[in-house]
């Protein structure tokens, strides 16, 4: 029996080693031992050639390029962990409540199919600066324009001879004005296409009572008419705001007429100035510039929330799919408040699942590359950096092997406590994993 | 719980009434069908929201460049005479773009092949072998699952350039197999440990090797976590941008690279990326669409990766 037992363990071992050698050994030599090496050569010279000490790790933390890197690694392993976590929650408490989960589950499960460039590809179209062509700044500038509509003449402006102001406000101003005395607004720097459709020839307002006048585009194609002056072929500003100001005080406020002319008829007197509103004339509102170099982490951030939402929801949709339904149901029974018991009851049950899922993020965020150098342009690439792009930027594009190095290792040291969890978690659940 | 409620009814002597959760007020009865109405166009408007990108990708890569640097991809919606395949047949009479498709089948195939084949004999080996030092081996592979491969790539990109292939598809596929076979370990062995013993013990009583042991009674009953593995090892693989950008000179380079090539000159060239990136993402959304358990499976179990 013995003799058989011993048998049996040294064929055990021999198998084991013919079994185990060819991943043992592309291991060591690919991973392991390249580890080691990436050590070593981070404390050695750009060129490798001398030893450095900790020089590298100097540098790294005060070049303001790898600065800027460690920066926005930690906005990202902030910020995006939480978001996903609980985006995933929210999205998971909400399929546990409506039919039809399943193409809504696809969806959001979706983007984890696709590569990173196919995310960086795709979000390039939502993020386009151009809101003829970006959805998302098609979409703000929708909403926008619905609550406060654009300005009619944008950019319209005055000769510099008309004796027209030119507020510091942009707002464009003529003065004094008498009472029954028509006053000349022409306008200039309004193209063709700005015209609202129902702009018809200009004309000079008549004489009446009150304040009155006409606001035009005083410019005639191919040259020719008067400065100043209403010519014919030239054509009338329709819908332009104007105020009546005495002494500094808004006394009345009008729009004119399809020919550009408008009237107060009640005025009396004089000292009026007439003011067209800067309202007329501000550049409409186009949308944010995403991809530049103030909102580009933000913008990355989010496309990474729309790849990695789903992973959370699933995971937490498990999770939530073993809580107990006595519970919920009888603090339903007591009268609590679907956020009550979200955040009484469900939250402190999936906290375990929550810690799963926000750890593993903060991993996978941590070596952040793909979406990096493809979302950000080239423009933004310097704002947008991050550790895992600058080691590969230092290594692959300025050769300096030693920095990039000791990026490697700093990448390395930080997902390091992720590596103990796990090893920790395997050692506690060691019955669990295997189901013995 | 749930046990007595149902049975309690039947027992109930003629002419009580059943007590139950009292009968909610028509206010609370507005409250709920008002949540409701908002949970459905919540679940809708995050639908749309998540689908849009995607779309957007699909319809751009139908439009011409002239249309997709004039408009939106969402006024093709409108006028759907926007539509061609233009792009796509151009697309595939453009040499380098069909050979790094190509590439990308030539990486990824043996990349998978190799770890789920190597992966499961050290699996195996680990699960069900007995040898000094194998749970610590066990421990240091697991640990190895999230190295980042920044820590590897310069040390591998010599030893590459000293054997000869660095910048060959043999190097790229190489370095995916190192990385890639921590997680097939663990995932596999941790598969196996399920196996009952007794069927195992069977099959060696019977005069197996365990090379048999291994191919006739383990492998056979390891579909789904092979399966599992493999595609998520594929995606992996299929995806990689970084690893390619290392290891890969032009010629030998996956489509993942050509397309950030392309990115350069984004709006110029979307008529090259867009059909580009659809059809690099759209193999693994078959795979996604036709093996949706095993996908969300591998997927979960390698997002520690």
């Not at chain 1, 050569?41 to 050639?49: E, P, Q, R, Y």
């Not at chain 1, 300025?398 to 040291?413: I, K, M, P, Y």
């Not at chain 2, 109405?37 to 957007?56: E, I, K, N, Q, S």
């Not at chain 2, 941790?190 to 090379?211: C, H, K, Q, T, Y």
Request: hydrophobic residues 55%; glycine residues 8%.
């Amino acid at each position: 029996m013995r003799t058989m037992v011993g048998r049996r363990a040294r064929l055990d071992r021999r198998t084991a080693a013919l079994f185990l050698a060819p991943a043992l050994l592309i291991v060591c030599l690919l991973v392991a031992y390249p580890i080691v090496q990436t050590f070593w050569m981070s404390l050695h010279s750009a060129d490798g050639s001398r030893f450095v000490g900790l020089a590298n790790y100097v540098d790294m933390f005060t070049s303001p390029d790898t600065r800027t890197a460690i920066t926005n690694n930690a906005i990202w392993v902030v910020v995006a962990p939480t978001v996903v976590t609980v985006l995933g929650l929210m999205f998971a408490v909400l399929t546990e409540r409506v039919r039809l989960v399943n193409a809504f589950r696809m969806a959001l499960f979706m983007p984890m199919a696709i590569s990173f460039l196919a995310a960086g590809v795709s979000f390039r179209l939502v993020y386009d600066e151009d809101p003829n062509r970006g959805l998302l700044n098609a979409m703000m500038v929708a909403v926008h324009d619905t609550f406060r509509p654009p300005a009619p003449y944008p950019g319209a402006t005055v000769r510099e001879d008309s004796g027209l102001l030119k507020g510091a406000d942009g707002a464009i101003i003529a003065g004094p004005v008498q009472a029954g005395e028509p006053v000349s607004l022409p306008l200039v720097g309004i193209p063709v296409a700005h015209l609202p459709k129902d702009a018809a020839a200009a004309a000079a307002a008549p004489a009446g009572p009150g304040v009155r006048g006409t606001v035009w585009r005083d410019f005639l194609r191919g040259g020719g008419g008067t400065p100043g002056a209403v010519d014919a072929g030239e054509v009338g500003l329709p819908g332009v705001t104007v105020q009546v100001l005495r002494g500094g005080e808004v006394v009345a406020e009008t729009r004119t007429d399809q020919h550009g002319r408008f009237a107060v008829p009640e005025l009396a007197g004089g000292g009026y100035s007439v003011r067209l509103a800067a309202g007329n004339f501000t550049e409409p509102f186009r949308g944010l510039t995403w991809l530049g170099p103030g909102l580009v982490t933000p913008a990355l951030i989010g496309s990474y929330i729309w790849v990695w939402a789903g992973f959370a929801m699933v995971v937490i949709s498990a999770g939530l799919s073993s809580i107990p339904r006595e519970a919920v149901e009888s603090a339903r029974i007591d009268g609590a408040s679907e956020w009550q018991i979200l955040r009484r009851i469900t939250v402190p049950l999936v906290r375990p699942v929550l810690i799963v899922v926000a750890v593993t993020l903060v991993i996978n965020v941590l070596k952040v590359f793909d979406l990096v150098l493809v979302l950000a342009p080239e423009s933004a690439q310097a704002e947008a950096n991050v550790l895992g792009l600058e080691m590969y930027h230092a290594s692959f594009t300025q050769l300096n092997t030693g920095l990039g190095s000791a990026l490697a290792v700093l990448l390395f040291l930080l997902v390091l406590p992720g590596m103990a969890w796990r090893a920790w978690l395997l050692r506690r659940n060691g019955r669990g994993w295997d189901g013995r | 719980m749930t046990f007595v409620t149902t049975e309690v009814p039947k027992l109930r002597p003629a002419g009580t009434v059943p007590i139950g959760p009292p009968k909610p007020s028509l206010g609370s009865r507005l409250t709920r069908r008002l949540a409701e109405l908002v949970t459905r166009v919540v679940v809708l408007g995050v639908t749309a929201v998540w689908l849009f990108p995607t779309l957007g990708l699909a319809i751009a890569s139908l439009r011409t460049a002239a249309d997709n640097s004039a408009t939106g991809w969402w006024t093709a919606l409108a006028r759907p005479s926007q539509f061609t395949i233009d792009n796509y047949v151009a697309l595939l009479s453009n040499q380098s773009i069909v050979r790094s498709l190509w590439n990308t089948v030539l990486i990824t195939v043996p990349s998978t092949v190799l770890v789920v084949m190597i992966g499961a004999f050290a699996a195996y080996a680990l699960a069900w072998l007995e040898f000094p030092g194998r749970d610590w081996l066990f421990v240091a592979l697991v640990g190895l699952i999230v190295v980042p491969v920044q820590v590897a790539i310069i040390p591998n990109a010599r030893l590459f350039g000293a054997i000869g292939i660095y910048g060959h598809i043999a190097g790229v596929v190489a370095f995916h197999v190192a990385f890639g076979l921590p997680l097939a370990i663990f995932l596999l062995r941790n598969f196996f440990r399920v196996i009952p013993r007794d069927l195992l013990e069977a099959a060696r009583l019977d005069g197996g090797s365990e090379f048999a042991v291994f191919r006739r009674v383990v492998l056979p009953l390891s579909g789904p976590a092979l399966a599992s593995l493999a595609i998520f090892q594929f995606l992996w693989v299929w995806n990689d941008l970084l690893v390619a950008l290392v290891f890969a000179t032009s010629e030998n380079a996956p489509i993942t690279y050509a397309l950030r090539e392309q990115m350069r000159a984004f709006s110029s060239n979307l008529d090259v990326i867009g059909p580009g990136a659809f059809l690099s993402m759209s193999v693994p959304l078959v795979v996604f669409f036709a093996c949706q358990r095993y996908f969300v499976q591998g997927v979960l179990a390698g997002s520690t990766k």
